[in-house]
């Protein structure tokens, strides 16, 4: 477990900026912190590697600090839209770990809104020194959200489809690819460009059928001991089902229910 005895340093103090987020914030943060076992045999390494990098990011106050003045611009310009669960929380953090713990050449990602959750994936590849990220998205503009094939609305929006990614730090660019478009059928024509990929992270439309298809798109392509990565595991059967058909574990954070779930292929024969 990572204790929050993080050594104080100059100013801008990580100890105060802490204990000095929301609640809500530090419950997810704990519970983050217990997860490091579990990622550690996840991913087969050590507990003391998960926990540094852990570390370094919450630690580290420039990443932060980049994402608000982002937040800052859109909020000039009348725009934001909604990104529940997004900005600093520890779903995201872990994220960032898995990442960097992988250290991949390629991560495909479909669903991107204002970007939070590219973001740390783009910081990881960053401080990793290797890997581009290639985004999927399609832009809802709508207020109230789309509701999906499931009949379950999703509320997350942006004002245009301009602002997909408009949190993503001008620095960490570099190493984003995004086409706007469905996943269905573009993920499988990006794939077949790719060749084998690193890491697959779904955060599109989140119902069953598209679930289980962006699952099966991706597994085969994913290198051994690659990870797939998927948000709103919970909101219906797909990923449970997904990884008992595979034959691998998973591994759920954030929120009572699990809402993030990850699963690696194994590094023999799947």
């Known amino acids: 477990m990572i204790g929050l005895g993080i050594a104080r340093r100059a100013a801008p103090d990580p100890l105060y900026q802490l204990t000095h987020r929301p609640a809500s914030y530090l419950r997810e943060l704990w519970g983050a912190n217990r997860s490091v076992g579990s990622l550690a045999r996840l991913l087969g390494r050590p507990r003391s590697e998960i926990a540094g990098y852990f570390r370094t990011l919450l630690t580290t106050d420039a990443f932060y600090s980049r994402i608000a003045e982002s937040e800052a611009r859109l909020r000039a310009t009348g725009g934001g839209g909604t990104s529940p669960g997004g900005r600093a929380d520890s779903s995201s953090e872990i994220l960032y770990i898995l990442v960097r713990v992988q250290r991949p050449e390629t991560v495909v990602e479909t669903g991107v809104a204002l970007g939070y959750s590219s973001a740390y994936i783009l910081q990881a590849l960053h401080d990793n020194g290797t890997g581009t990220l290639y985004s999927i998205d399609l832009p809802t503009t709508d207020p109230e959200g789309r509701v999906n094939a499931d009949g379950v609305r999703d509320r997350v929006h942006v004002r245009s489809a ?8 001008e620095d960490l660019r570099g190493r984003w690819r995004l086409t706007l478009g469905p996943s269905n059928p573009l993920l499988a024509q990006l794939f077949e460009s790719l060749g084998p990929i690193d890491v697959f992270f779904h955060d599109s439309e989140h119902s069953y059928e598209n679930m289980l298809w ?11 001991g690659g990870l797939l990565l998927s948000d709103d595991v919970q909101w219906n059967r797909s990923f449970p089902e997904f990884s008992a058909s595979v034959g691998a574990p998973a591994f759920r954070w954030f929120g009572a229910q699990g809402h993030r779930g990850a699963i ?7």
Request: charged share 25%.
């Open 162 to 169: 301009s602002e997909t990614g408009a949190v993503i730090p």
């Open 214 to 224: 962006e699952y099966r798109q991706a597994w085969p392509r994913l290198r051994p």
């Open 264 to 270: 690696r292929k194994p590094v023999g024969p799947a």
